[in-house]
Every structure is written in structure tokens, then in C-alpha cells.
């Protein structure tokens, strides 16, 4: 979605922006080829690959590029270590990227045989099978339920427990022959990869990413700039329910109980959603990059002070 990633964030001649999720920088470098020679990026991600793949990339802005490897959880941390008090813009393009998910050994990808890590920092220690081999059916299939969505959560975890007695979970095939034979022939051939919900449920479990995306966003609220601009790309329900809400709350205004008769909280909107409705890539998009299919994007504007 790069013209309405920079819709959302306008971005300021000689500005400083932050792309939280740097990947393999290319949204960096639309940014930095708005901003001019003048400007600066931030480029953060916790795996070391991306970092890596973003200055191999990003070489020719080397001057204006400076990459932290880092959970962009602890993003005031981040910026105070670079002697930044405030900034013009971020951008957060949440989830497992292209390049983790392009990397068969990485082992997010139900499509390729690989070992089951799915950890986006290796320095992680659990990885997916030892999430596997190691939880216990209740804690499975809340995981599946609630980080997959997945109806038939409970069959899975059972047929999961089931499967490790006789062999601990090394591989993604291991997995995804367990899930197809845990799902009914007929839900199987409705919808998408029988697999897809389990993988998305187990990636997000070991990465954590859900725990840190509200805290993450007040931060960078705070980091930014009078007239500054916020955009979050997220790629499923879950991730797209914290965003709303959290930009719902930091634009309200009165917090006071209905029935009180005036306004003694005296809270002030802090931010402008600037996307009532989320954005959501085009059509020529989806047919050239598929994985864009779900793909919303919200964004708001820091208001200034009364």
C-alpha cells in the first residue's frame, strides 16, 4: 500500500520518521525518498535479518539511515538512546514480513517443510514446537481460539497432544498433517489453507505480538510532533481491534460519566483520526502481491495543546 502509506503520513521535507517494523525497508525507502537528503529515518526491527537485508538495501541513504535492532515495544527507550525527544512521523506494518515469511527455515510458512521455529528474534527461546511439545491442551487450544480464530480449536489441541505422545513437532509439515486431519473433510475444503489460522495463532504466540501494540502506540503518540502522523498497517482482526481502539481513545474528548451534568475530567483529544474507515489496498495490489488481500490501514494526527 506505498501511495497510501504516504497519504497517511505526509511527510515533511527534511523531516524524522521512525518505521518500527523496517523489514526489508521498503516502505523506508518510499519515506526517505520523500523526506530529501535533509531528512532522517529510524529503521527498527527485532530480527536480525531485517536489519541486515535493510542496509544492503538502503545503502544509498546510509547518511540518513540509522537501524536499531530492537522490539519496537520498548520504542521510547530506542529513541532516547538516540537523543530523540520528538519526531515527524511513524509507520508500523505489523505481523511476520514477506522476507521472514520468504525464508523457508524461518519456519512461518505452512506451505514449506522447515524446522518449526516461527520466532521473529532468534534470540528468543522458545520456539513454535517447544510451544508445541511442551503446553498443555487447554493452553493449545486457547491459543488457537483466540490468536487463530480457529473454530475447530478444540480438535486441534486434541489431536496436537495426541500426535506429540507418539513424536515431538520438529517440522511445519508434522503440523499441517495434524491439522488436516484434525478439521472435517468438508471445513477443509471451504476457505483457506487448514493450516493458516493455527500458524498465524502459534506465530503470535511466540513473538508476543499482541502484548506490547496499545503501550507501543501511546509512545509514539507521545514521541510525535505537533501535526505529526501515526500510520499502523495490520493484516488481521485482532491486531486492527487494538489500533481502532486505542486511536478511538486518545481522540476522545470528555471521559465522563453519562449522567454527569458538565464535563469535570477536562480531558483534551490528544490525536485526529484521519482514517475514519481504514484503508485497504487496491485491487491492481491484491492481483500483483496476494498476501495485501487483508492489509488495513489506520492513521491519526497529533493535535496540539489548548
Not at 177 to 205: C, M, N, S, Y
Request: positive net charge; hydrophobic residues 40%.
Amino acid at each position: 500500500m506505498p501511495k497510501e502509506v504516504l497519504e497517511v503520513l505526509a511527510c515533511r521535507s527534511g523531516g524524522t520518521y521512525v518505521d518500527c517494523t523496517v523489514g526489508g525497508g521498503g516502505h523506508a525507502r518510499l519515506v526517505l525518498e520523500q523526506i530529501g537528503p535533509q531528512g532522517r529515518l529510524i529503521g527498527i526491527d527485532r530480527d536480525p535479518a531485517a536489519i541486515a537485508a535493510s542496509r544492503e538495501n538502503l545503502q544509498e541513504f546510509a547518511d540518513q539511515l540509522t537501524l536499531v535492532r530492537a522490539n519496537f515495544f520498548g520504542l521510547k527507550q530506542v529513541l532516547s538512546d538516540l537523543d530523540l525527544k520528538e519526531v515527524d512521523g511513524f509507520l508500523f506494518d505489523l505481523g511476520v514480513s514477506s522476507h521472514q515469511v520468504d525464508l523457508p527455515q524461518r519456519g512461518f510458512s505452512y506451505m514449506h517443510n522447515a524446522p518449526l521455529d516461527m520466532r521473529m528474534d532468534p534470540s528468543v527461546p522458545r520456539t513454535a514446537a517447544e510451544l508445541l511439545n511442551t503446553a498443555s491442551e487447554t493452553e493449545l487450544r486457547d491459543i488457537i481460539r483466540r490468536y487463530g480464530e480457529e473454530r475447530w480449536a478444540d480438535r486441534i489441541a486434541e489431536f496436537i497432544v495426541a500426535a506429540r505422545r507418539k513424536e515431538p513437532f520438529v517440522t511445519t509439515f508434522q503440523l499441517v498433517d495434524v491439522i488436516k486431519e484434525a478439521i472435517p473433510a468438508a471445513a477443509r475444503r471451504r476457505g483457506p489453507h487448514p493450516a493458516k489460522r493455527t500458524f498465524q495463532a502459534l506465530r503470535i504466540a511466540v513473538n508476543d505480538e499482541l502484548g506490547g501494540i496499545e503501550k507501543a502506540l501511546r509512545q509514539a503518540v507521545d514521541l510525535l510532533k505537533t501535526g505529526g502522523r501515526i500510520g499502523v498497517i495490520s493484516f488481521h482482526s485482532l491486531e486492527d481491534r487494538i489500533i481502532k481502539g486505542t486511536f478511538r481513545d486518545l481522540a476522545r474528548s470528555c471521559v465522563c460519566p453519562p449522567e454527569a451534568p458538565v464535563c469535570i475530567c477536562n480531558k483534551e483529544p490528544i490525536v485526529r483520526v484521519i482514517t475514519p474507515r481504514p484503508l485497504v489496498p487496491k485491487q491492481e495490489e491484491v492481483q500483483e502481491n496476494p498476501r495485501a488481500r487483508s492489509a488495513k490501514l489506520r492513521g491519526a494526527e497529533k493535535l496540539g495543546r489548548k
